[in-house]
């Protein structure tokens, strides 16, 4: 982990900070910070997707993740038309959940995770795009000025 990227983390869990004073401390844009929060911090997950640690009454039990798994499997196995038919589609749907599923595919947080990003050259991207739109918006009031 690069030490700019600790100290983002470091800023955020153990002195409290915001992202946006994380990114005024450090010169960077605050979707920079943010998208790189949610990349390293559980913490800031739980924050920004609104879980609370202590709540687990809407997750399924393991044992009711055990019985819905097997449904998913059997139904991945055994499907079948009303006619007696194989269904292949139903058959196939339920594979591609199993293995996507089992390739960590399903979760977006883990997906990020995977997706390491130098948050340096990402801030430089933000900005100069934001320095691109305000040069366009510029040209664009500056037309419609001289037409007007």
Same mark, same amino acid.
């Given at each position: 982990m690069l030490a700019i990227e600790t100290q983002i983390k470091k800023s955020f869990e153990e002195e409290g900070m915001m992202p946006e004073e994380i990114a005024e401390q450090l010169g960077l844009q605050? +979707?920079?910070? @943010?998208?790189?929060?949610?990349q390293l911090s559980t913490t800031y997950r739980r924050a920004a997707m609104g879980e609370d640690e202590g709540k687990?009454?809407?997750n399924?039990?393991?044992?009711?993740?055990?019985? +819905?798994n097997q449904i998913i499997y059997n139904t991945a196995m055994c499907a079948e038309t009303p006619d007696g038919?194989?269904?292949?589609?139903?058959?196939?749907?339920?594979?591609?959940?199993?293995?996507?599923?089992? @390739?960590?595919?399903?979760?977006? +947080? @883990?997906?990020?995770?995977?997706?390491?990003f130098n948050i340096m050259n990402f801030n430089d991207a933000l900005q100069a795009a934001k320095h691109n739109a305000a040069k366009i918006k510029q040209a664009v009031l500056g037309k419609e000025v001289?037409?007007?």
């Open positions: 605050v +979707v920079a910070v @943010k998208a790189k929060l949610m687990d009454e809407l399924f039990s393991d044992d009711q993740l055990r019985d +819905v038919q194989i269904d292949y589609r139903t058959r196939l749907a339920a594979a591609t959940y199993i293995r996507d599923d089992k @390739k960590g595919r399903k979760e977006v +947080v @883990k997906g990020l995770q995977a997706n390491t001289i037409e007007a």
